[in-house]
C-alpha cells in the first residue's frame, strides 16, 4: 500500500503537447487598458458607432466594479495595465478570404493541433472557425453553409455584414453590466464566431471554432453568439490550447446563446489551455461567461464541457429557462492536477412553465489542486411543474487534491421538484490492483477507471471530440499516478 | 511451474508468512487451507504482487524467473491469475471493456495481434456457456450490482478468457450458494488442463468436493504445518482446525 500510494503522491511533470509557440510576426496594441484602447480596437476593426459606444459604456461600468472575491480559487491580483488586448498576426488588410491566403505558418500551427483547416482533408462533416490570439484567421465550409442561410463567420465580420442581427443579439443574454469579466470583454473583445441558422433549418455539420493563445503578455477576449431561429438544430464545439509560458495569460471570453421556439443549440467544449506547470508556474486564466436563453417555447440547449486545462477556471455555463416546455443540461467533466484551481458549474434558471434542467457533473482532483462546483437551480414564481435533476460526483486522487460541492437552491414556487446528489470517492488502490492483476499498466488502468466515472458526460460529445476528449483526460492525469 | 522457497513477508512489520514452501508443477491443483489469520490470503496477495507486503526473505520461482521481480501487470502478462475473494466494482467501466483490455494486454504480451471486436465477441461467448453466464454482464459496469455468485462467475469468466498458466483461486467459494458453486466448480473444472496449475485457497472442505485437488496443504501460523492428497481435507472436516493450532511452530509433516 505504502508504495502505491508513493505512485498517486509522485509527480511526474506531464507533457502539454499544444505547448509550442508560432513564431510568426504580429501587429498588437502596446499594454495597458483605457477609452483610448478601447476606441483603437473599435477602429482597427472598422466598426459602426453602436458598438463603439456600447463597448465604451462596457468599459466605463467595468471602471466602477470591483474583482469577484466569491470563488473558491486564490491568485495574485491582475494587473490589467500589464495585458495587451489586441494582438494579430500580420496579413494582408481584411483577412484571409481563403485558405490560400492564411500564412502558411499558421497552417502549419492548426495541422500540429490536429485541426486541419484544409477544407478538402479528412475532416469532412465539421466546419472550423480558428481564432488565433484576437482574430479569426480562418474559416472554412462557409459557402456550403450558406446555401441553407446559415451564417458562420467570424464576429468582426459579423459586425459588417449583419449589423442588424449584432445589434439586436449582441449583450442579450450576457449584459455587459453582467460581472466584472463580462463588462471587460465588452470593452474589449476582438474576435470570436457568430451562428445564425435561420427558421427550419438542421445544421448538416458540426460548426466548430478552435481557439489559440499565441502572443506573450496577451489576453484573450473573444465573443461568440449563436441564435438558432425557430425550429432549427446546431451542435457546436469549441476547442483551446496556448503556449507553455511562465507568465499567466488571461482568457476572458462570453458566449451567448439564443435559442427561439422548438429550437435546439447543442454547445460542447473541451478546454485544454495550458495549465501551467507542476508548481503551479504559468498557465491561462480562464474566466469566462457562459449563458443561453432557450426564449422560445419547446426549446432546449446542452451544455458538454470537458475541462482539463487553464491555471485556473472560473466558469458557469448557464440556461435561462423563459419558454414553456423548455429544457436546459449541463454535462460537465473538470479535471485538476498539480497547482490547477476549478470553480465550475452551472445556473439553471426556470421562469417559463414545465420547463425541465438536468446537471451531471463530475470532478476529478489530483495533485494539489483544488476543484469547486457551483451549481444555482432557481425556480421563479411563475414556472410550474419546473423540474431539476442534478448530480455532481467528485473523484479523488492521492491525498493532497480537495473537492467542494456549493449547490445553491431558490425554489420559489410550491410545484417545483429538484433533486440533488452529490458523492465523493477516491480512486481506490483496490481498483488499480484488480486492473493490474488483469495485465493493465497503471496508466491505462486509472485512464479507464477515470473515463468509467466520467462516461455519462463524455457520451454526450459527438463522436470526434469524445476520442479526443477521453484521451486528454489520459493525458492530463498522466503522472498523478507515478 | 512454481517453487515457492522459504517465503516470509510481513505487513506493517508483522510477521504473516514464516517461511513457505511449496512446489506446484504443471497440471497440478493444489488446495491451501487454513484457519482465519493462518496467512491463506497474504499468499496469495505476495504471488499477485500486491502493495503493502513486505518479503523478507525467500524467493518465488515462476517458470524459471523470479517472480516477485515483476510488477502485478507484469506477472498477469505472464500467466499469473488471481481470482479476488473480493472483486471490485468499477462503476461506468463495462465488463466487455475490462476483459478486452485485459485479453489484449497478455496478447501483446505474448507479440500476438489485438483482437478485432468481432473476433473478441465470438470468443468471449464461447467462454461464458463455460460458467452460464448471459450476454447483458459483458454489457453492465464490472462487478457493479452483481450478486455474490455472478461476481464470482465473472471472476472464473475472466480466467477462462485470459487462459492463465497458474491460477490462484482465492476463497472462490465463500459466499456462494450450492447451485453457484456448482456452476463456478464446473467452469474451474473444465479449465483444468496439463499446462495449468491451480491453487485454491479455501477454508472449508465443500469446496473440494467439486474440484478435487491432487494436494491438499495446511496453512497455519504463516507455514505449512501438513501437506497430504484429498483425504487430509476430509480430516480435517472432522476434526477441525484445533488440533493444527496446537501444533508446535516450524513442524511440518
Redesign the interface.
Known amino acids: 500500500?505504502?508504495?502505491?500510494k508513493q505512485q498517486i503522491e509522485e509527480f511526474v511533470p506531464k507533457e502539454y503537447s499544444a505547448g509550442f509557440i508560432t513564431d510568426i510576426e504580429a501587429d498588437s496594441l502596446p499594454a495597458g487598458l483605457s477609452e483610448d484602447i478601447v476606441r483603437q480596437i473599435s477602429q482597427i476593426k472598422g466598426e459602426p458607432e453602436f458598438l463603439l459606444e456600447w463597448r465604451l459604456q462596457a468599459y466605463r461600468h467595468w471602471l466602477t466594479m470591483a474583482t469577484p472575491e466569491w470563488a473558491h480559487v486564490h491568485y495574485p491580483e491582475i494587473n490589467y495595465q500589464d495585458i495587451s488586448y489586441y494582438s494579430a498576426p500580420k496579413k494582408k488588410t481584411d483577412g484571409p478570404k481563403s485558405l490560400d491566403e492564411v500564412d502558411p505558418e499558421l497552417l502549419r500551427t492548426y495541422e500540429k493541433l490536429g485541426v486541419p483547416l484544409d477544407e478538402r482533408a479528412r475532416l469532412a462533416g465539421v466546419a472550423v472557425d480558428a481564432v488565433f490570439d484576437s482574430v479569426s484567421v480562418a474559416n472554412t465550409f462557409q459557402d456550403k453553409l450558406a446555401e441553407q442561410g446559415i451564417l458562420f463567420m467570424p464576429f468582426s465580420k459579423a459586425v459588417h455584414e449583419h449589423p442588424e442581427l449584432i445589434k439586436q443579439y449582441l449583450g442579450s443574454v450576457v449584459p455587459y453590466k453582467d460581472n466584472y469579466y463580462a463588462a471587460l470583454n465588452s470593452a474589449v473583445f476582438s474576435d470570436g464566431s457568430f451562428v445564425y441558422i435561420p427558421k427550419g433549418v438542421r445544421c448538416p455539420m458540426e460548426l466548430s471554432t478552435y481557439f489559440r493563445i499565441n502572443a506573450a503578455n496577451t489576453g484573450q477576449f473573444e465573443r461568440t453568439l449563436i441564435i438558432a431561429d425557430d425550429d432549427s438544430y446546431v451542435s457546436y464545439l469549441e476547442g483551446c490550447t496556448a503556449p507553455m509560458r511562465d507568465e499567466n495569460q488571461l482568457h476572458a471570453a462570453v458566449v451567448e446563446l439564443v435559442a427561439m421556439d422548438r429550437a435546439q443549440i447543442k454547445y460542447s467544449t473541451v478546454q485544454n489551455w495550458y495549465p501551467g506547470d507542476e508548481n503551479g508556474k504559468g498557465g491561462i486564466y480562464n474566466f469566462v461567461t457562459k449563458r443561453a436563453a432557450c426564449r422560445g417555447e419547446s426549446s432546449k440547449v446542452s451544455w458538454t464541457q470537458v475541462e482539463t486545462g487553464s491555471a485556473i477556471t472560473w466558469k458557469y455555463p448557464s440556461v435561462v429557462l423563459q419558454g414553456d416546455n423548455s429544457v436546459g443540461e449541463f454535462y460537465s467533466v473538470a479535471v485538476t492536477n498539480n497547482m490547477q484551481q476549478a470553480d465550475t458549474g452551472t445556473k439553471m434558471i426556470h421562469l417559463g412553465k414545465n420547463t425541465s434542467s438536468t446537471v451531471i457533473s463530475k470532478g476529478i482532483s489530483a495533485g494539489r489542486s483544488q476543484n469547486a462546483y457551483r451549481g444555482l437551480v432557481r425556480v421563479g414564481p411563475n414556472a410550474d411543474n419546473a423540474r431539476n435533476y442534478t448530480e455532481c460526483d467528485s473523484l479523488l486522487m492521492g491525498d493532497k487534491s480537495a473537492a467542494h460541492t456549493f449547490p445553491y437552491i431558490e425554489v420559489k414556487n410550491p410545484t417545483a421538484k429538484v433533486e440533488h446528489e452529490a458523492s465523493t470517492s477516491k480512486i481506490?488502490?483496490?481498483?488499480l490492483?484488480?486492473?493490474?492483476?488483469?495485465?493493465?499498466?497503471?496508466e491505462?488502468a486509472v485512464s479507464?477507471?477515470v473515463?468509467?466515472?466520467?462516461?455519462?458526460v463524455i457520451r454526450e460529445l459527438p463522436m470526434e471530440f469524445a476520442v479526443e476528449a477521453q484521451n486528454l483526460l489520459g493525458l492530463s492525469l498522466e503522472g498523478s499516478v507515478g | 511451474m512454481l517453487e515457492i522457497k522459504n517465503l516470509h513477508a510481513s505487513v506493517d512489520g508483522k510477521e504473516i508468512l514464516r517461511g513457505i514452501n511449496l512446489t506446484v508443477n504443471a497440471g497440478e491443483v493444489h488446495a491451501i487451507m487454513g484457519p482465519n489469520g493462518a496467512g491463506k490470503s497474504t499468499l496469495s496477495n505476495v504471488l499477485a504482487g500486491r502493495d503493502g507486503y513486505e518479503i523478507t526473505q525467500g524467493e518465488v520461482i515462476y517458470k524459471g524467473e523470479n517472480l516477485l521481480d515483476f510488477e502485478p501487470e507484469e506477472r498477469a502478462q505472464r500467466g499469473v491469475f488471481l481470482a479476488f475473494q473480493y472483486p471490485v466494482e468499477i462503476p461506468g467501466v463495462s465488463n466487455i471493456y475490462l476483459l478486452k483490455a485485459a485479453l489484449n494486454a497478455v496478447r501483446k504480451y505474448q507479440g500476438l495481434d489485438e483482437l478485432d471486436a468481432i473476433d473478441f465477441l465470438t470468443l468471449v461467448r464461447s467462454k461464458m456457456e463455460l460458467v452460464k453466464m448471459d450476454e447483458q454482464f459483458l454489457h453492465r459496469s464490472v462487478n457493479e450490482g452483481f450478486s455474490g455468485g455472478e461476481k464470482k462467475r465473472n471472476e472464473i469468466l475472466q480466467m477462462a478468457l485470459l487462459e492463465p498458466s497458474l491460477a490462484i483461486l482465492d476463497e472462490t467459494d465463500s459466499g456462494l450458494d450450492i447451485d453457484a458453486l456448482k456452476i463456478v466448480s464446473e467452469g474451474v473444472n473444465a479449465l483444468r488442463s496439463q499446462e495449468r496449475s491451480i491453487i485454491m485457497i479455501t477454508h472449508y472442505q465443500r469446496l473440494l468436493d467439486y474440484i478435487v485437488p491432487d494436494f491438499v496443504h495446511v496453512l497455519s501460523k504463516g507455514q505449512i504445518v501438513k501437506s497430504g492428497d484429498k483425504e487430509l481435507a476430509k480430516e480435517l472436516e472432522k476434526t477441525g482446525y484445533s488440533w493444527v493450532d496446537e501444533q508446535p511452530e516450524g513442524v511440518s509433516a
Not at chain 1, 500500500?1 to 502505491?4: D, G, P, S, W
Not at chain 1, 481506490?428 to 481498483?431: G, K, L, Y
Request: hydrophobic content about 30%; proline content about 0%; some cysteine.
Open positions: 500500500m505504502a508504495e502505491q481506490s488502490e483496490d481498483q490492483f484488480y486492473c493490474k492483476q488483469r495485465g493493465l499498466d497503471l491505462d479507464m477507471i473515463n468509467g466515472f466520467c462516461k455519462q
